[in-house]
């Protein structure tokens, strides 16, 4: 199925929930009513329970659990909160994609995350900003397992969704890759440019008129995302480091080939 025929399907691009609609409006104000996005978040109770259920997972290591909007807020901050529930939206458009274990596609997702955090720091490129692109970095996945349940299996039989081939499988399969159909969500949704360019451009951020730092960023999360899935093994971490990208970066390899250096929020 071609790219435009995928995105016309009534389940492939679901509408934004309302809440998360409100949140994505806040994207590029210098002030934000933290009390009315409060206010808002609470009228979901059903986003209410998965917001909470992310904020007090291992994931984001808090020194201590949160147990309302109002508390998460305070603790995380507007914008961890914020893609938290961009997060929890897409669960909720996406509840039970076939061939997706959605406990380890959001444990993957939180990795990259806290990855992106990390290193786009010597780009001097928002940290904010890195964490939600990286997040929702893997979402068209969701999209395709749901629209495309057939074709999906297939794939995954040959490269599981979290396989560093993946990509590539995808794209000789059906010429495109999670990657667009990520980016095409996010637009529909309306998210910043930002994050959908870093989205769509993610997989290949170098083979471009000019790179793009933060999908560069991206792409350094997902890599390494992917490898925390697959367990952790040295040989496969120091011989698929990608190298151009870790230049374009100014990484130190070290940080993120050591097996035990990814950990979680922050740790990676």
Same mark, same amino acid.
């Given at each position: 199925?071609?790219?435009?025929?995928?995105?016309?399907?009534?389940?492939?691009?679901?509408?934004?929930?309302?809440?998360?609609?409100?949140?994505?409006?806040?994207?590029?104000?210098?002030?934000?009513?933290?009390?009315?996005?409060?206010?808002?978040?609470?009228?979901?109770?059903?986003?209410?329970?998965?917001?909470?259920?992310?904020?007090?997972?291992?994931?984001?290591?808090?020194?201590?659990?949160?147990?309302?909007?109002?508390?998460?807020?305070?603790?995380?901050?507007?914008?961890?909160?914020?893609?938290?529930?961009?997060?929890?939206?897409?669960?909720?458009?996406?509840?039970?994609?076939?061939?997706?274990?959605?406990?380890?596609?959001?444990?993957?997702?939180?990795?990259?995350?806290?990855?992106?955090?990390?290193?786009?720091?010597?780009?001097?490129?928002?940290?904010?900003? &890195?964490?939600?692109?990286?997040?929702?970095? !893997? *979402? +068209? $996945? /969701?999209?395709?397992?749901?629209?495309?349940?057939? =074709?999906?299996?297939?794939?995954?039989?040959?490269?599981?969704?979290?396989?560093?081939?993946?990509?590539?499988?995808?794209?000789?399969?059906?010429?495109?890759?999670?990657?667009?159909?990520?980016?095409?969500?996010?637009?529909?949704?309306?998210?910043?440019?930002?994050?959908?360019?870093?989205?769509?451009?993610?997989?290949?951020?170098?083979?471009?008129?000019?790179?793009?730092?933060?999908?560069?960023?991206?792409?350094?999360?997902?890599?390494?995302?992917?490898?925390?899935?697959?367990?952790?093994?040295?040989? &496969?971490?120091?011989?698929?480091?990608?190298? !151009? *990208? +870790? $230049? /374009?970066?100014?990484?130190?390899?070290?940080?993120? =080939?050591?097996?035990?250096?990814?950990?979680?929020?922050?740790?990676?």
């Amino acid at each position: 199925m071609r790219l435009q025929a995928l995105l016309q399907r009534p389940d492939a691009l679901p509408v934004v929930p309302e809440v998360a609609a409100r949140l994505i409006a806040t994207f590029g104000r210098d002030e934000v009513d933290l009390n009315a996005v409060t206010a808002d978040i609470e009228r979901d109770p059903a986003l209410v329970a998965r917001l909470l259920q992310q904020a007090n997972s291992a994931f984001l290591r808090l020194l201590r659990p949160v147990h309302s909007v109002r508390d998460a807020v305070t603790v995380l901050g507007l914008h961890r909160v914020r893609a938290l529930v961009l997060a929890a939206a897409v669960q909720s458009r996406f509840p039970a994609p076939p061939g997706i274990d959605l406990e380890r596609f959001w444990a993957y997702s939180f990795v990259a995350a806290s990855v992106a955090r990390r290193v786009c720091a010597p780009r001097r490129l928002d940290d904010n900003v &890195a964490f939600t692109a990286a997040l929702l970095h !893997a *979402v +068209g $996945e /969701l999209v395709m397992h749901q629209a495309l349940p057939e =074709v999906m299996r297939d794939l995954d039989r040959e490269r599981p969704w979290f396989a560093l081939e993946r990509a590539g499988a995808e794209y000789q399969a059906l010429g495109y890759s999670y990657a667009e159909v990520g980016a095409a969500l996010a637009q529909h949704w309306r998210l910043p440019r930002v994050l959908v360019q870093a989205i769509e451009h993610h997989v290949d951020p170098l083979h471009r008129e000019s790179a793009d730092p933060l999908a560069a960023v991206v792409h350094m999360a997902a890599w390494r995302a992917r490898l925390w899935t697959l367990g952790n093994q040295r040989d &496969a971490l120091i011989h698929t480091y990608p190298d !151009a *990208v +870790g $230049e /374009l970066l100014q990484l130190d390899p070290d940080t993120l =080939v050591d097996p035990g250096g990814v950990d979680i929020e922050g740790g990676a």
